[in-house]
């Protein structure tokens, strides 16, 4: 039985067939002495992970920003060697000659703060399981509470140790599009574009909740002991009952149907005890479990808060904080999305028309569901190349 990962990989395999050229990357790091967050508190020695497609021209107005998704990285496109069984997770739209054509732009994809799978190897970038240089130990807690501005302030300290000083667009992912639009928001005269997919200008009440069942599946595994987990068990459990959940809110029923074993009329272990497992959790919470070492359950914790509390331009409300984007902007829900559902990008559109603008609005068809955004992506790339192409 193929795990819900192993499908994953299968769909981004076959988003790249059509590659024209093989697209090499290396990370690089960023570092900043300190950082005083939205919230007040001052972390010190902060690194993020980011990489760079294509050339930088001369005047440096060749900038693209991609920004990534919750439990992704800054790999958006590309390998880090030609022996890597895959690219990217956008490699099918930014590459030579894609809708992203790294012949003509400068991409740079950056990582946020707290990244929620700190032990993969690739990852290099700061957050609770980090080591606090006044104490010698991983920051737990202690590690204060960032927001979604947040992870664009550092992104903007990137850009300009670069020298850059305007993006002809940034554009990302749900968690990544957030970024996008605050981007506009909170950087109107640098930020020419903006490309929002799977994504909302601010989280709602119900979209709030939805995150909430993330973090309660973690706070409630005792191993997680309210933070304090490093040098012992870590909250595996915990974790892996967040990645499932993360997992079934991403996908569509049309998807996860087709690929999980089919119900069976009164299984004989169903029967037998409430305690035994199903063929269909089996196919979801084991593949759950491969991931979930890689993961940190404080990270998890943070990015939740992160994507809880986002609100574009973090302002008194949303109206206020989309009045000062002047970036043209382009909004791609995906129409089988049960997460950031398409009727928040709708909102966001009207409150833009409703001040004088004119965002485009084309919704991603496919069986993935959140996922369309990654998987389905390429469906858009005329759209896209049209949108980075207008005066």
Request: aromatic share 8%; hydrophobic share 45%.
């Amino acid at each position: 039985m193929r795990s819900i990962v192993a499908l994953v990989l299968l769909a981004l395999s076959l988003m790249s067939a059509a590659s024209q050229a093989e697209l090499l990357v290396q990370k690089q790091a960023f570092t900043l002495e300190n950082y005083t967050t939205i919230g007040g508190k001052t972390i010190a020695e902060v690194t993020i992970g980011w990489e760079s497609y294509g050339q930088l021209n001369d005047a440096k107005d060749n900038v693209i920003l991609i920004t990534h998704f919750f439990s992704g990285n800054s790999h958006a496109a590309g390998k880090y060697s030609s022996a890597d069984p895959l690219p990217g997770y956008w490699d099918a739209i930014i590459g030579p000659g894609k809708a992203i054509d790294t012949d003509k732009y400068f991409v740079i994809s950056s990582d946020t703060l707290v990244n929620a799978f700190p032990h993969d190897p690739n990852v290099i970038t700061t957050g609770p399981a980090s080591i606090n240089p006044a104490t010698g130990k991983p920051y737990g807690l202690d590690f204060p509470v960032v927001t979604i501005a947040d992870f664009v302030q550092v992104q903007h300290a990137l850009i300009s140790s670069l020298g850059i000083e305007k993006l002809h667009a940034v554009m990302g992912p749900s968690m990544g599009s957030l970024q996008a639009i605050e981007w506009a928001a909170r950087y109107p005269d640098q930020v020419e574009r903006m490309i929002s997919v799977i994504g909302t200008g601010a989280m709602d009440a119900w979209s709030i909740m939805a995150l909430e069942h993330w973090a309660r599946a973690i706070k409630t595994d005792p191993n997680w002991n309210n933070g304090n987990y490093y040098g012992a068990e870590a909250p595996l459990l915990g974790v892996t009952n967040a990645l499932a959940l993360i997992t079934q809110y991403a996908m569509h029923p049309l998807s996860m149907n087709m690929r999980s074993p089919a119900p069976t009329v009164l299984p004989e272990a169903g029967l037998a005890s409430v305690t035994n497992s199903l063929p269909e959790l089996d196919f979801l919470f084991a593949s759950a479990a491969l991931r979930a070492p890689m993961a940190d359950a404080n990270h998890i914790l943070y990015l939740v808060r992160a994507n809880q509390l986002f609100v574009a331009g973090h302002n008194t409300d949303l109206a206020t904080g989309l009045s000062a984007i002047k970036a043209k902007t382009l909004f791609l829900p995906a129409s089988n999305d049960l997460l950031l559902q398409p009727y928040l990008a709708k909102q966001t559109v009207e409150l833009l028309q409703q001040q004088g603008k004119t965002p485009q609005y084309e919704e991603i068809s496919g069986i993935w569901g959140h996922l369309d955004g990654l998987f389905s992506i390429s469906s858009k790339a005329e759209t896209i190349r049209e949108f980075l192409a207008t005066p």
